[in-house]
């Protein structure tokens, strides 16, 4: 064990191991009941002499910090009620660029809504509030196999920093899956990324500095405006209808705002669930090229479809270099895997190549090649097939929940796709302000409020129907109907 | 399968599909021998009739591009000489954005010393090259154990996303680690990162903007340095010697350049190898706290000591929150685990956990729960001591190589831990000019000029020397004494 004694300080040497230990005791850096270092290997550690650390221990035992036991050592105590850390005392101000952070506000810290829900107690809590599909559809004992297979068939190299760009083998079987879709591309335009929230936040920062514009739809995924706002770029709202973004009005914005980015979601937006029609994907690429635009889309869920012919992605439209492509294998696979990547062709992808070595070096290899084992193998779509059919049930269940249970003044789409279903409240209903309701009632939702870059509309909250068996949502929107009941 | 198809187009739709798959083929995005889907199945996928699908195979055959094989489908043919993807034909220019990123110049790309050694095709090349520590050491076959054991564990959880500043058992073990060494930390004030580059990134770009100073050892890590001049910031070095960062010019550079945060490599230094004065750790803290300026300490190899007692990191002599601590498990580890952390307290350390979380969301909890059990279990210190004892020998062998081969007015300090020895040709000799007469004999090396942030000295070289058995040192040494003597 080392500390930092100060040989040259008025201070002896053993208040200074004692004073060590106090603070480690009490700010629970050494947890109760751990075991301090012997007197005789301490005092060798540190080129003491044995006394001195005996006497440090002695001064801890009478202060109630430490206990001996004998001829097995010396333990740490609990802290009473009243003993707290030196630093942690009031008064000591944080140095001055520290309190700068605290004055600048900025990023925002709430409670979410799943802690809440926790929070209030309730026996058989549901929450509609989450970000993924269902976890207990996660074919972990699968991947658990997959992993081992990689490991004893790759071994050290497997944990080596690999390619840049990401494990070739993996590139290569993502442009197959995407050339498959509509979306012709080779591995070299595929960037592998540590899921998709980092595949946007490199393109971002790749493009704009702080104070440059971008186009959202209005709403969008909380995370990328907390994200943008973070960056400091000013976020333009464009509106959605049932058929997506509004392109028409699109023309307009650009022409006032002169934004260089236009992030969307064009297949089961979220929060909305919308899906842009193909005239407006044709109409926005055409705008895209005319006004110097570049285009960001996230397709974060775009394979799970439940009804109707699917759509092209953007990117598949565009020959011109206009798009960069994001996607994920987290939603519907394994969030935790944080493997996501982006498809990109001219000079950006070099960029963005270069750019995530900066931020990270390389998202994690054996990750990488036990997605590829698992993908290529056919066992990913099988999954996929398994996670549609399931929740397309899932989808029919909250759809009849709420015409069956929501007071009149409630409005939605049904979405055609993905985890989310986006309901209206009547006005002047806050969202937000029924959540601890709600809570109370064993029931959970993501709040309207924060999905949205301007105006922001209290009237709405985002449902993840994906999280639960039909029975669970049934008993779920019951609860949630009868708060918002109450509410009106 | 999916192809874009646009039917108010003038081309027929026959033509649209067969030039898709044209594209794929001559892009390569459809490999070789790869098979085409039954044309029955096809059609039904695009709403056309078979015949249409059936005509668009038929023009590809003609073109070479596909054959057929009776009662087993049609097959990619690879693209024949001349045949070019349409996209990539000369006179298509990119959008204007991309074109700019172009002419923005910024990150260098160069073939690295590694790639270079390779392409000489040497029969047995040795390079000194490289970042981390020897990948044969590495315990892959434990690791894929404790793999085993926490999916077998934990299932579905250790594939989602975790707690935001990291999986608890790990931050509580890495903090039990830091307080043995005199760094007391909580698990509170530990967050997880993707290694310690994300670390990295993630201080500067939360404390830094673009056009704010930011000060760093002369020479420095040459990562540190592309990341920063990438994010736009004002470079400013200060001298090392032997016994580290020059602190007593600091505060001449403080005054003048008035920079917000310091970028340091207290303990065995890279490239230098150097390690700060605990006097000079003291004057820095010092200066830190009078003139309002962050400490970043990089401990990237603070482990590794072959020699002399060890020194406590200024994160252990800070008691103010001047000092954010980052440090990894890939150096000494397994590079791709991707798996490194921050210590901070104050403000600053909530902050970096909501930047962290709007960058990426989490790092792999899988990677994650893994380190912790094979850290918390001892192995990790098992292969930690396994290490220091291999490269100290190892250590022992480039200094014996050196001193026998090199000419005089070849100069280096013995390194007392680390991975890395730094050396000065005489003046006048141009490293990077060798690193090509070098491969052509067999080693590579590290070009000191890429280290350094300004006065970019021509006439050093990084040696990693924990890379290779002792013997093969000796033999790159003496093939790198040879070319460096012709040089002289």
């Known amino acids: 064990m080392r500390i930092p004694l100060d040989r040259q300080s008025q201070q002896p040497l053993y208040k200074q191991i004692e004073g060590y230990f106090r603070e480690c005791i009490l700010a629970g850096s050494l947890a109760p009941e751990t075991r301090l270092p012997a007197t005789r290997q301490l005092a060798r550690d540190l080129g003491v002499n044995r006394i001195t650390v005996e006497t440090a221990y002695s001064a801890l035992e009478a202060d109630g910090l430490v206990y001996s036991r004998v001829g097995s050592g010396t333990y740490a105590l609990a802290p009473l009620p009243g003993q707290q850390p030196s630093r942690e005392q009031p008064g ?11 004055a600048s506000g900025g990023l925002e810290e709430v409670v979410s809504a799943e802690e809440m829900l926790l929070a209030a107690g309730h026996p058989a809590p549901v ?4 970000g993924s599909g269902d976890a207990r559809l996660f074919p972990s004992e699968d991947f658990r196999k997959v992993i081992q297979a990689v490991m ?3 071994g050290s ?12 083998p993996l590139r290569a079987t993502i442009a197959g899956v995407l050339t498959s879709q509509g979306l012709m591309a080779g591995a070299e335009q595929i960037l592998i990324t540590g899921g998709s929230q980092q595949a946007l936040a490199l393109v971002v920062q790749l493009l704009l500095k702080a ?6 739809e209005n709403p969008t995924y909380s995370g990328a405006l907390s994200l943008f706002r973070a960056l400091g770029l000013r976020i333009v709202g464009v509106p959605i209808d049932q058929h997506g973004m509004c392109v028409e009005e699109l023309e307009a914005l650009l022409q006032v705002h002169h934004p260089r980015l236009i992030y969307t979601m064009p297949t089961f937006q979220n929060p909305t669930g919308a899906c842009l029609s193909l005239a407006r994907r044709q109409q926005l690429l055409a705008l895209a090229e005319r006004y110097n635009l570049a285009v960001l889309e996230d397709d974060y869920v775009g394979d799970l479809r439940y009804e109707g012919r699917s759509l092209p992605p953007l990117k598949a439209l565009d020959s011109r270099g206009l798009v960069i492509y994001i996607s994920t294998y987290s939603k519907m696979f394994m969030p935790g895997l944080r493997v996501g990547f982006i498809a990109a062709e001219g ?5 963005l190549v270069s750019f995530k070595r900066l931020n990270d070096l390389a998202t994690s290899n054996l990750m990488q090649r036990a997605v590829e ?3 290529s193998v056919g066992r990913y779509q099988n999954h996929l097939r398994r996670c549609v059919h399931v929740y397309r049930r899932r989808r029919e269940a909250v759809l009849q929940a709420l015409n069956r249970c929501m007071p009149a003044g409630v409005r939605f789409h049904p979405p055609l796709g993905g985890l989310f ?3 209206q409240l009547p006005p002047g209903v806050d969202a937000r302000a029924l959540l601890p309701l709600a809570c109370q009632a064993g029931v959970a939702f993501a709040p309207g409020e924060d999905f949205f870059a301007e105006g922001r509309e209290k009237n709405h909250l985002r449902l993840n129907f994906a999280a639960h068996p039909p029975e669970v949502i049934a008993e779920g929107i019951a609860r949630l109907a009868e708060v918002v009941r109450r509410a009106i």
Chains 1, 2 share one sequence.
């Open 92 to 102: 000591a101000p944080w140095p001055l660029w520290q309190e700068e952070l605290l």
């Open 127 to 130: 929450s509609f509030a989450g």
């Open 152 to 154: 004893r068939r790759d």
């Open 157 to 168: 190299e497997a944990l080596d920093y690999g390619d840049a760009k990401g494990y070739q």
């Open 211 to 216: 104070g440059d514009t971008i186009l959202v």
């Open 347 to 351: 000079p950006v992808c070099e960029r």
């Open 373 to 375: 084992a698992y993908v």
């Open 421 to 423: 279903i986006w309901l």
